[in-house]
DNA sequence: CCAAATCTGTTGGATAAGCAACACTGGAGC
DNA sequence: GCTCCAGTGTTGCTTATCCAACAGATTTGG
């Protein structure tokens, strides 16, 4: 369930101050990239005061690793990815939720910045990872969880980042994609043999 | 301007609880109606202590008040009808505003509820009189301007009211209406003297 | 280059919001 | 009638947020 319960039992007054910031964060990025925004910008728009900001977050960087986290596990758990076992459909649902997800945000920060696409990378790469090391373990396939987890992460990050760079115009949707590429990233999950 | 600048330099926690608390009971409103929403339903959806609900309003009627009260003052600010002087577009407009309030907020609240028409037009009348009388001031016309104000705000309100009832499927809108009503109403405007 | 302006973190004290408990009321069902 | 339950206001105490002020870092532009 990837966690999700530490952040349940929270003073309200807490999540809401996270969650303005959060949404704050996301449009003043959408406005004026992340390297130009400062942390005044951010917490004038969401109306908070700028001492609470470092309260709950030590600067700008961390807020956007906590908001790239957040919004991958709002998407996993819209879809109820979080909370499921392993099948076809549901690595399907993975993939394709990857690949919008990474298309979604870089088109939504401008312009680009290499600390966001950086952030991206890493919190998304651990989720999957983690998400996918749980399903094999429930398997109890011969498969090494950790060896396979790594492996498919790293390979459905890779894919995905590179089908959201290409401007092609014929460039396949992320279903199609995902069809294509699925049997790759299965394989990934059964071949990897126990040490 | 209709003392709008009593709640600008306000703390951001308290504009922000209260907001919080508008638009619960908007939204709970208009799923039970107004008689059977308990302050318990309100706080739970706004995410609010009961307490917290108790620090800034009596009771759920309190809330009502307000929130009629804030909503009817926000069309206003939206048309800028709070900060401008006399004109006949001016009075048209204001005149289509308490159309349109009343017809919306009515057809929100659902059981409709003595309580709240009686509210609604309480607030209302009190702003258009106010404001009225605030430009006949400026005019400084030989009228009344108590009294030409509380003869016009009577009047537009229960000719909206009437014309918002109108179940007849060719009611003209409310632009119409209110070219058809506007005379009369500027004639309460200029023809009452002062005693 | 320097100066002014802006942004950053951090602090102490004031205040709003949260929470759990309480006694009380009014209605629903037995 | 009665109990039971759900909602109401209220309270004392805890905690999060606000605010103004600060010194230092960074940027702007003349």
Redesign the interface.
Known sequence: MLSTFLEEKLD?RV??TRSLLEQSFMDVVAQKGFQSVSVQDITEKA???RATFYAHFPDKYALLDYSVRQGFRQELEKRTLNVCTFSMDNLRALIVTVCEFISNASSHCNPPSPQFESVMETQVKAQVQELIQNWIQKLGTDADPKIAATAASWAIYGLAQQWSHDRNRNRPSAEKFTDQILPLIAGNLSLAQRV
Do not use: A, F, L, S
């Open positions: 309200p999540k809401r109306g908070v005061n």
